[in-house]
């Protein structure tokens, strides 16, 4: 598939899942966004040569070097010295599939024509996703202001022919992969440099990815928690439209609704209850599971928002003749947004985690542990040890990490929003909660073959052939770390 990146169409998160989900994806400037480019480089050479006034990053050093003038025969070596002195991040490498979103979002920002770089910068750039040459990245070294710097630093290395890149499986020195493809490096010209490392992408690929995982997961939360319902044999009152339409918070009754439609025509729900309530995992799914969904629709229009900006500094403004010195960089809305995020999808693990302890707790006819001989055998005692040390480090990643700041560059970026850490942790949170919701799906599969021979729903019974071709009903102990990754797997695969 081709992907056309046009500065005047908005980019939205369901091309970007499209983007991801196409390993062998395409993509191109529109003739709008090149000329959008050729003429904002165009501006700002012709501005370089008639204005005496220096432009901070053009013919000027860098962050608390702004007031270093740098005479014009050393203006593109600037940018090339940015690059590779700023080349400093640590740590696990990115995955690859954010670092093809990364590069996406550094073409969508640099097509607006607002930041004088070269159209064959760009055009690299692209060539970069569509040869899969993806930039070896590493997960630390940004504070989410001046945008993040030493990952894109990283990012943008390869355009000078340094740096690595992961190609045909195996992780090379750029100038060996150039030198096979008979490519050619970039020389950057004035403003390049800081135009490529001055933005949100890292930031931005990370939470672009963790919401579209993020929305998945919350499907599939919904559809767990029916089985887990059938399974456990609770109620369907606190699902009722009426009770909602007092507390109308949108994601509570989309989640009521969703639920009540999942389990309609179940015969397990239907058969007459001996408990009057549930407890809270079950009676308050609506709530807790909804709560989650507003904060996922929220924190996806900041990123909906991010990703059709500007972000990097300083910005070109040719109808006005100005170059501006900003902040668009600063990650804080992103920052907010990503904490946030962390904590719903943790929630989502949360309130999950103790679904599977009732489950095997031997309560409501169902087996202890879930075996039908315990005692010879765990059973399914132990993946739910699992569920609870994976839940609780992720309570711990959900320390938020946008309230943090420590002052850089000799003072001059005295506030930073760490919204990189914040994008690491949420990704971390998102994996989490996947694997959470696979444990507690196992478990519902399980016990809900305790009520046989009465059926769930239709869509859950389809649901349940499907899994039962992956994962057995398991009649004594096996090696369930295997059947764990398996139910991961089928989550990650299945159209809820």
């Avoid at 887990?228 to 009152?237: F, K, T, V």
């Avoid at 909660?433 to 059926?455: D, G, W």
Wanted: hydrophobic content about 40%; charged content about 20%; glycine content about 6%.
């Amino acid at each position: 598939m081709q992907f056309v990146i046009d500065h005047t169409k908005k980019l939205t998160l369901d091309e970007l899942e499209r983007f991801l989900k196409d390993k062998d994806a395409q993509v191109v400037l529109s003739e709008a966004s090149k000329t959008a480019i050729q003429k904002c480089r165009e501006y700002l050479d012709k501005k370089i040569k008639n204005s005496p006034e220096p432009v901070y990053g053009i013919n000027t050093g860098f962050g608390s070097l702004c007031n270093v003038i740098i005479p014009d025969v050393d203006i593109e070596q600037l940018q090339e010295n940015l690059v590779k002195s700023h080349a400093c991040g640590a740590g696990e490498e990115v995955p690859q599939d954010v670092v093809r979103l990364m590069l996406f979002l550094k073409i969508q920002s640099l097509a607006y024509g607002k930041s004088g770089v070269q159209v064959q910068t760009v055009e690299m750039l692209c060539e970069f996703i569509n040869q899969k040459m993806l930039p070896v990245v590493y997960q630390q070294g940004s504070l989410g202001a001046s945008g993040d710097l030493a990952p894109l630093a990283h990012l943008c290395l390869p355009l000078l022919g340094l740096g690595k890149l992961n190609y045909k499986g195996s992780k090379l020195d750029t100038s060996v992969v150039f030198q096979q493809r008979g490519i050619t490096s970039i020389r950057l010209r004035s403003k390049e440099g800081l135009a490529l490392l001055n933005g949100t992408q890292f930031m931005s690929a990370y939470g672009v990815y963790s919401l579209i995982q993020a929305r998945h997961l919350s499907k599939a939360a919904d559809t767990i928690a029916a089985i887990s319902i059938d399974a456990y044999d609770a109620r369907l009152d606190p699902f009722k439209h009426q009770l909602h339409a007092i507390r109308p918070h949108p994601g509570q009754i989309e989640t009521a609704i969703h639920i009540t439609h999942l389990l309609h025509g179940s015969e397990i729900i239907l058969q007459e209850k001996k408990q009057v309530q549930d407890p809270y995992s079950f009676r308050c799914i609506p709530q807790v599971h909804g709560a989650s969904k507003d904060a996922l629709n929220y924190v996806t229009r900041i990123f909906e928002t991010e990703i059709n900006s500007v972000t990097d500094n300083p910005t070109i403004f040719m109808e006005s003749d100005e170059i501006v010195s900003g902040g668009n960089f600063h990650g804080q809305p992103l920052a907010l947004g990503l904490d946030f995020l962390c904590i719903a999808l943790a929630e989502l693990a949360s309130i999950s985690e103790r679904r599977t302890y009732l489950l095997i707790s031997g309560q409501r006819g169902l087996p202890a542990f879930l075996t039908p001989n315990p005692g010879l055998n765990s059973g399914f005692m132990i993946p739910q040890y699992t569920a609870a040390s994976i839940v609780s480090q992720s309570k711990q990643l959900c320390t938020p990490a946008s309230v943090d700041s420590i002052v850089s560059s000799n003072g001059q970026e005295d506030h930073v929003s760490m919204g990189a850490n914040a994008a690491i942790k949420c990704y971390q949170v998102v994996n989490n909660s996947e694997k959470v919701l696979a444990i507690e799906l196992l478990n519902a599969a399980q016990a809900l073959e305790f009520r046989r021979p009465k059926k769930s729903s239709a869509s859950i019974e389809e649901l349940m052939n499907t899994y039962r071709k992956v994962v057995p009903f398991l009649k004594k102990d096996e090696l369930l770390h295997d059947y764990m990754a398996l139910s991961r797997q089928f989550i990650r695969n299945y159209s809820f």
